[in-house]
Each structure stands twice: as structure tokens, then as C-alpha cells.
């Protein structure tokens, strides 16, 4: 029920926020892709889905507050030859609940109506149930934005992300820095 009042909360933000054109609202999911674990062998990888609301400036740059929902899967084992359970295959399946700062800067265009520009996402991950992991964030790279005569725009980035994972559970217990690469579509309404 709450993942239902929060989701019917955002989209009703997101079409109020429609009208404004010195504001901006940004509905993205995509794949999260896992390729480094530092101190452990294995990755996790899933998916994504986040929503921004923030300040358009002429559309020369964007700056927002952020919230979003992710799904980490993956096994992995540690690398420490002196660890209790070396070689040991282990699970992991987590969630995260990550709440950041958005901002994009356009630098070029493809014709009128297509753009190009970097940018960066940085938070942090509060620990809200015995299911979700904490820690810091960041995301940062590239993204395609169509812009329509409509005013709903959509988007397409690719980015690099790091993420602090530290379990909140007593059986966890372990803290991982993994890297990962991510790829989002979405639409944008200004």
C-alpha cells in the first residue's frame, strides 16, 4: 500500500509540475549492469527506477531532488585468502532506496529538437526495512534527450554508478564498494 500511495503521489506531482515551465520532473527505469566488487569476486546486477523533480534553468541546465527505488541480485565470494569462509559461494539480494541530488548540463544538440549533455547523481541510501541496504551513492555520464512539441520529452542515458552497500542485518554484516554501469529510458516534463 505505501509503494502505491508513493507512486500515485509522484505521478500526480509530475502532471501538476507539467504546466511549470521553470520546473522539471523526470520518470526513468532501467537496467542496472554490475562489473566490480572491490575485495570480493562477483558483481550484482537489476534494476532501477527514479523520479526528479527540480529546477529547469532555460533549459541550459537542470538541478533536482531525487528518489528512486533499485534491485541488486548477484553471487559473489570473497578475495581475502585468510577469510573463515574462503571460496565459499554466497547470495546476495537487496534492495535500496537512494535519495539524491540530480544535475544535468546540455553541451550540444543534434538539430532543434535533440540534445546531448553529461550528468551527475549524488546521495545517499537510508537503510528503511531489514530488506534494504545503506550507503552512499553516485552516478555520472551521458544522456540523449528527444524533446517533443508536447512538452513530454524522453530521455536515454548510460552511466557509471558506485554504491556503498552496508547490510543492516546481524547475518550480513558486510560492507561492499561495488561499481556498476546503468542504463535508463525515461520521460521528462517541463
Known amino acids: 500500500m505505501n509503494k502505491f500511495f508513493l507512486l500515485s ?3 500526480i506531482a509530475s502532471f501538476g509540475a507539467k504546466a511549470q ?3 522539471y520532473t ?3 527505469g532501467g537496467a542496472n549492469i554490475g ?3 572491490e575485495g570480493y569476486t562477483g558483481a550484482f546486477s537489476g534494476y532501477s527506477a527514479s523520479f526528479v523533480f ?3 534553468y532555460n533549459d541550459r541546465a537542470y538541478l ?3 528518489v528512486g527505488t533499485e534491485q541488486l541480485k548477484g553471487n559473489y565470494q570473497t578475495n581475502d585468502p585468510y577469510h573463515a569462509k574462503v571460496g565459499e559461494i554466497a547470495r546476495y539480494d537487496r534492495q535500496l532506496f537512494p535519495i539524491f541530488v540530480d544535475g544535468r548540463l ?3 544538440e543534434f538539430n532543434a529538437n535533440s540534445k546531448i549533455g553529461m550528468f551527475a547523481n549524488a546521495g545517499y541510501a537510508p537503510s528503511i526495512a531489514a530488506k534494504y541496504d545503506k550507503g552512499f551513492l553516485f552516478k555520472g555520464g551521458f544522456f540523449y534527450l528527444h524533446e517533443n512539441p508536447s512538452n513530454i520529452d524522453w530521455t536515454v542515458s548510460a552511466a557509471y554508478g558506485y554504491q556503498e552497500l552496508a547490510g543492516n542485518r546481524i547475518d550480513i554484516g558486510k560492507k561492499f ?3 556498476q554501469f546503468n542504463i535508463s529510458v525515461g520521460i521528462l516534463l517541463k
Open 9 to 11: 503521489s509522484l505521478l
Open 21 to 23: 515551465s521553470s520546473f
Open 35 to 37: 562489473f566490480a566488487n
Open 54 to 56: 527540480g529546477k529547469n
Open 106 to 108: 546540455p553541451f550540444g
Open 64 to 66: 533536482g531532488l531525487g
Open 177 to 179: 564498494q561495488h561499481q
Open 26 to 28: 523526470l520518470i526513468q
